[in-house]
Nanobody
């Protein structure tokens, strides 16, 4: 049984930092491209960042470039998202997702597995 479990969310003031983690089990983590998505109240879910299974190339939404850093530790089956200089508009539920041999150009429906999410709230 595949599980993706996010952690690290919380409440922070604007300008602060948080580090999200997503721990995977039940899959061969090395084979999976991993993505972070977020959904704010009343808005559609959007892609935030992605890191490929092979080579570790990373991609970011324009809204988070220069502030967020995605990384993965294959030995620990864990994905990370370091979020710095947080803004109130970063407030959302953050989800991690896994796609086997993905390219980071996939649509959401192409991801194979999703976590339950972790809430990030940024106050001004």
């Amino acid at each position: 049984q595949v599980q993706l479990v996010e952690s690290g969310g919380g409440s922070v003031q604007a300008g602060g930092s948080l580090r999200l983690s997503c721990t995977a089990s039940g899959l061969t983590f090395d084979d999976y491209t991993m993505g972070w998505f977020r959904q704010a109240p009343g808005k559609e879910r959007e892609g935030v960042s992605c890191i490929r299974w092979s080579g570790g190339s990373a991609y970011y939404a324009d809204s988070v470039k220069g502030r967020f850093t995605i990384s993965r530790d294959n030995a620990k089956n864990t994905l990370y998202l370091q979020m710095n200089s947080l803004k109130p508009e970063d407030t959302a539920m953050y989800y991690c997702a896994a796609e086997r041999y993905g390219t980071c150009y996939s649509e959401e429906y192409e991801y194979d597995y999703w976590g339950q999410g972790t809430q990030v709230t940024v106050s001004s």
